[in-house]
Every structure is written in structure tokens, then in C-alpha cells.
């Protein structure tokens, strides 16, 4: 079961990508990319800033459509976006379990809990997130991952905002999850924090010509 | 198999361009002859009328806006249900065309009804059924025009437009019988002031004719305007650019 | 616990239940103490005026259905959920109706009363209210989609769907009209209930699209 405009090749595959290119207004953002991530691998999307990464996320999962090209990705994905997607009046768990609730799942209270505590953060377990500092913020983001059924994660600049012990965690998240027969997709700016199992750049490019999507 | 290639070919801007241009002249011209015909029928030789004296030509100029101005926004709600379903690109170039043209017949149906009424009833604007829809229908021209404003993306600009052009044809009709039920509650009487008494041939000729004039017209603008906003959109593919560098403009966009 | 997360939403931010309330208030007051001097007994008028105020005021809080949720991104996240599209639209709806529509049919014996619609005709009132004001979130809901991702939307949301409130205003304070009149409804009840029912039809699938939209900007 696949997403994006061809199917996947084989069951190993998570994501598929030939020639890849994303378009904002006629405008291409970068050169094709044609790259695949495997069952227990990562890929790190690097680029400056501006150079596409958060459109490519979103273009793979089809929050934009203006692309050229075809990819393809496992229909069993989690999304997390430039914005957190945390509700500010809620306290994390309340945020937690919500997410469950949207993924289909039962409402576990204490599993929720767990989690946040987990990622540090059990005082703060019952403040509502607005009162929560931007890297709180994102770990509550995190913290909603550790429970989740889906193999493919797509996130965009996970490392930002977070300090170097969160960082560590982090990566022991990511290798949790890789071992677990996960993949991850992920945009980062940040240098030396992980080691991906590979790396693509996003370079700009001229085109000459009909652009037509 | 033929009824699709026909029809992928209209999804095709170029094709469009090329194709139209000779309609567009054509429906031009005849616009030219039917109005001139019509105005000077209408306005000089039909005879006067028997209640309203003079003031009833002007009617050559309301009816068919009027007409024509509630066929421009079901136009828009077609193209745009039609762009939604088969994702034609044109569908947006027709609807942005037919916008301004829609906006203006609107508000010329408003102003010349106004003007109508004041010597014939005494007012100059009267809150009926037809009154109301045709006002609703300028809003919701204006409307339609400020969300392209708002939208800068073009693919996104496109989609909403269509929703809101369906919406909005849906919208008149029930509008319209809204109305005229309110007033079934309170003055039965005043629904006479809408009516035309029956015609007779000298005179609903010429309206014939300036209706056939005005809708000509329309096609010949509709036309010519999208052929002007595919050649923007397509600006940086190769068959406008030879365009625009063989010196051969004029007989291109006319 | 979707749900439940809407109405956590209402129960901590209480401004937006109780600021379109404030607005429906102050107007209900200006309007009866500019016109009540002027047009005697306001109990003609007070049908089509109760009705418009319910709509603007209404109006004040469809900017805000779907901004929040839009800016900080959970939005996206429930459309890319597992939870059926049109049931998040249909909660969407009700909680917001239950923040406006619903409030507002409580509070209307009191602004009945404040614009001289005579008391026997209370309960109609309500159930005239009860029957259209469905129709004003659900249309609305299809504007606060559009509007959603554009900066200042607000403005543009009022503009888009005025035109198309038109009827709800028309046959509710029609309603009310013929009911000052002659006791009776008229049919337009009728009506607003039919209005209502192709709002239903109508109006979930086209906010979903339209928030579809919205999310790719």
C-alpha cells in the first residue's frame, strides 16, 4: 500500500523517489532527487534554508502538489510538521492522548504519561503547553512518536530547539525506531548530532524552458 | 475515442488560443452588428410605449445585461465544477475572464434598473426577489474577486474559486425564491410591479436582437480575455515566446 | 477524545463563546434603544433584526474555527489522521454551533423581550432559532475553511458568505414576520428546516475541500 504516483517496488522499500522535484509557482526549488530508504534505514534531507526541505516532506506525503516526477511512500507514515501540531490549551497529556484518539487508538492515560516522563518532562505533565518553553514544546512533539504503530516517519527539523541531552535522547528515539524495522525521513540543519544511513542535499537550480507540473 | 481526444484538447491552453481566435473575431463582429442594429432599432424607430413613454428603452439596455450577468456566474459555476472534477487548468483562465465582464453587466443591470424604475413606479429601487438576487449576485461577484486577490498561489487560487462559484451559483435561485416569498407575506399587490405586460413584436424585436448582441459580445470579451491570460500564464513556454519575438503581435492578440 | 478536545477548547478559552454573546448583546441594546423611540412598538421589526444580529454575531467567532487550529498545526494533523474527514467536519460544526447558535437560542427570550416582540411568541422564537442557526454554521464553516490560511481572513470570510447567509436571514426573519402577523409561520419554517438540510448536504463536503486547500498553502 503506497502513497504518491507510482507504487512501491517491493515490501522493503518505504520511500521511493525518481526525479523528484518540487515546484513553488512555476519556480523549481531544487534538482531532481532520486533516492530510496529501506526497512531500518534513515535518510537525512539537508539543504539551507529555503532550499525546499519542508516542501519536500510535505510533497511526499501530498500536503503540496505541485511536483514533477514520481515517489512514492508507505501508507503507514507520521507526520511532523514545521508546526508542532500541539494544542496550546491542552497539557501534554492531554495532547498525547489526542493524537492517540487520531490514530484510531484507545485513549491510554498511562501510557501517555510514560512517555512524557520519558522525554523529562513529568512536572509538566498537567501545564497546559502554552505555559511550556519552545523546546518543551517540542519534546511533548516527540514524546507523541514513542507510542505510534507507523514505520515511516517524516520530520521536519526534529533537532532544532532541543538541548544536547534531549538531542541524545533523540537519537536513541531514532535508533529505537530503526531497529523496531522503522525507517525515518528527516530535514536537518544542525550538524554532527546523528548519523543518517544516508544523506541528500537539495541544490537549487536554473531551468530553462516549459516548467509544466 | 474521439469525444476524448476532443476533449483533451480543451484542456490544452494553446490549442485554445489558436482555435478561439477565429471565434472571437467572428463573435465580435456579429456583436458589432447585432448591437448597432439593436440600438438604433430599439432607441429610434420602436414605437413608444403606451404607459411609459420613452423611458422604456432603456430596457434595451437592462434586460440584456441582466440576462447576461446570471449567465456569466453559471458559466463560472459550470467552468468551475468542471475544473474541480477533470482538473482542467482553462476552467480558471474562463472564470478569471469572466469575472470583470460579470462585475460591470452586474452593475449596469443595477444602475439602468434603477433608472428604469424611478420615471415608470415613482422609486428608485424596490426590494423585490429580482432586485435583491441581482444585488446578491454583484457581491458575490465581488466576492469571488477578492478572493483571487487574496489567494496567491495559483493552483489553490483555482480550486477555491471553484467552490465558491458553485456555492454561489446554487445561491441565486434560492435567493431569488426567498425573497419573492417574503413578499407572498406582506404585499401581494406590489408583485405587479415586476411583470412586463405582453409586447408586441416591434418592440420585443429589437430586444431580441440586442439580447443576441449583448451575449455575442460576451463571448467575443470572454475569449479574447483568456486568450490574453493563457499567453501570461504560458509566458515562459516556447510557443509564446516565438510569439513574441516574430513581430506578428497585432494579429495574435486582438 | 476528539471531541472532547473541541469542548476543552471552549471551556478554556471562554472569550469565544462569551465575546459573540457580548457583541448579540450590545447591538440588541443600541438597536432597541436608537429604534425603539422612532418605531414605537418594535414588534414587526424585532423578527428580521433578531436575525441579522445572529448572523453578525455569529460572524465574530467562524474567524476563529479553524485559525487556532491552523496556526499551530493540528489542522494538518487531523486531516492526515485516521478519523473519518467528514465526522471531524460535522464536530467542527456542532461545536461551533453549540458555542453561537446554541447560546443564542438561550438567550432569546431575553432579546425578545429587550426588542418588544410580544411573549407568547417565545417559544416560536426559539424554535425558529433552533432550525436556522445550523444553517449559519454551516455555511459559515464552508468560509472559515477558505479563509483559514490567508492572512487578515477575517474581513474576506464576512464577504464571501454574507451573500450566500442571504436566505437563512430571509426566511427566518420572514418567519418571524409572518408569525407578528398572523400567528402562524407561514412555511418559511419550512424552509429555513429545508435551507438547513441542503446546508447539511452541501457544506461538509465543500470545507473539506476547501480546508484541503487551505493546509497547502
Known sequence: MSLGNTALRDENITVETKNLQCFRDERCLFAPISEEVRVGASLEVKGRNGSGKTTLLRALIGLHRQTRGSFSISTSFLYQGHKLGLDESMTPVENLVWFQALNGRKANQSSAFRNIDFLGLSEKADTPC?????????????????????????????????????????????????????????????????????EVRLEPVELEGIVEC | MRAKTWFHQWGSPRWFFEKAKPVSTVLGVLSLVFLSLGIIWGLAFAPEDYQQGNSFRIMYVHVPSALLCQSLYLFMGIAGFI????????????????????????????????????????????????????????????????????????STKANATAIIAMVGTLNIPIIKYSVDWWHTLHQPATFTITEKPAMPSEMWLPLLVMVIGFYCFAGHNVISRMRIEILRRESRSAWVKSIATSGEKARYVF | MLVRREFIGISRNPSLVINPLMFLLIAVTIFAITLKPILGDMGRA???????????????????????????????????????????????????????????????????????????????????LLVGTPAISLIGL??????????????????????????????????????????EFGGGLIWLFATSMFALGVAPIATLFALRLSIEI
Request: glycine share 10%.
Open chain 3, 142 to 183: 464552508v468560509g472559515a475553511a477558505l479563509t483559514v490560511a490567508l492572512g487578515r481572513g477575517g474581513a474576506l470570510l464576512s464577504l464571501l458568505i454574507l451573500p450566500i447567509m442571504f436566505p437563512v436571514v430571509i426566511f427566518g426573519g420572514g418567519s418571524i414576520d409572518s408569525l407578528v402577523m398572523s400567528g
Open chain 1, 130 to 198: 502554552q505555559f511550556l518553553s519552545t523546546g518543551q514544546k517540542k519534546k511533548v512533539s516527540i514524546a507523541r512518536w514513542l507510542d505510534s504503530d507507523k514505520k515511516l516517519w517524516l520530520l521536519d527539523e526534529p533537532f532544532t530547539s532541543l538541548d544536547s541531552e534531549s538531542s541524545n535522547v533523540l537519537v536513541s528515539i531514532f535508533d529505537q525506531h530503526l531497529v523496531n524495522g522503522g525507517s525515518i525521513v528527516y530535514s536537518n540543519h544542525i550538524d554532527a548530532v546523528y548519523t543518517p544511513s544516508s
Open chain 3, 46 to 128: 424585532a423578527g428580521g433584526l433578531i436575525w441579522v444580529l445572529v448572523l453578525l454575531s455569529s460572524l465574530t467567532s467562524l474567524d476563529s474555527l479553524f485559525r487556532k487550529d491552523y496556526d499551530n498545526g493540528t489542522l494538518e494533523q487531523l486531516l492526515l489522521g485516521e478519523v473519518n474527514p467528514f465526522f471531524l467536519v460535522l464536530m467542527k460544526c456542532f461545536t461551533h454551533w453549540c458555542s453561537s447558535g446554541l447560546v443564542m437560542v438561550i438567550v432569546a427570550p431575553v432579546i425578545a423581550m429587550s426588542l418588544g416582540l410580544s411573549q407568547d411568541l417565545y417559544g416560536s422564537l426559539v424554535l425558529c
Open chain 2, 83 to 154: 475544473g474541480l472534477v477533470w482538473r482542467m487548468k482553462l476552467t480558471d483562465v474562463a472564470i478569471s475572464a469572466a469575472i470583470p465582464l460579470g462585475m460591470m453587466l452586474t452593475a449596469v443591470a443595477l444602475i439602468t434598473g434603477s433608472l428604469w424604475g424611478r420615471p415608470t413606479w415613482g422609486t428608485w429601487w424596490e426590494w423585490d426577489g429580482r432586485t435583491v438576487s441581482t444585488l446578491v449576485l454583484f457581491f458575490l461577484y465581488f466576492g469571488i474577486y477578492a478572493l483571487r486577490q487574496a489567494i496567491k498561489d495559483s
